[in-house]
């Protein structure tokens, strides 16, 4: 192996991702090569240096300046509309043809296809009636300006 092959597995000793054979040929070499040596000596530095590091997380106040902008709420608010939107026709899509599949289906007794039915008429109802209590309850939110 040429130097080059050893300096490509500087990292991964440095990391311990070698098999034994490989740290037992890179060490030999290690202990042959002043170039090589002297690089590895780098690499570690390089280690030590980049394993110290800490990403720094922003302060309370920058995020508040984020989050004040119009654009930014907006921004995020589209996204999980969307995202909602999306998620739930394909719910309803995907639960039609389910449906359609079972009722369809003459091997499928009576009582399961109206039990199915009734099941589902039973979630949209439910579905229905809290969503109108979440609307109800939104617009008389007494608190509502003063969370702003």
């Not at 300096?7 to 202990?31: A, I, K, P, V, W």
């Not at 530095?45 to 590091?53: G, M, N």
């Not at 997380?57 to 902008?69: A, L, N, S, T, V």
């Not at 008429?121 to 509502?144: C, H, M, P, T």
Request: hydrophobic share 40%; aromatic share 12%; proline share 1%.
């Amino acid at each position: 192996m040429t130097c080059q092959n050893y300096q490509d597995l500087m990292m991964g000793y440095l990391d311990d991702e070698l098999s034994s054979e490989q740290r037992r040929t890179f060490e030999e070499h290690l202990e042959s090569c002043e170039g090589c040596r002297s690089e590895f000596e780098q690499f570690k530095k390089l280690k030590r240096i980049t394993d110290s590091v800490q990403l720094a997380e922003p302060e309370d106040e920058m995020w508040q300046k984020y989050w004040g902008g119009v654009y930014n709420r907006f921004e995020r608010g589209i996204g999980w509309i969307l995202m909602s939107v999306a998620g739930i026709a394909l719910l309803i899509y995907g639960g039609f043809k389910a449906v359609e599949a079972i009722v369809k289906d003459p091997t499928v007794g009576l009582m399961l296809k109206i039990g199915i039915l009734a099941f589902i008429g039973g979630v949209a109802i439910l579905f229905v009636s809290i969503l109108r209590e979440r609307l109800y309850f939104w617009k008389r939110d007494r608190y509502k300006d003063v969370q702003k």
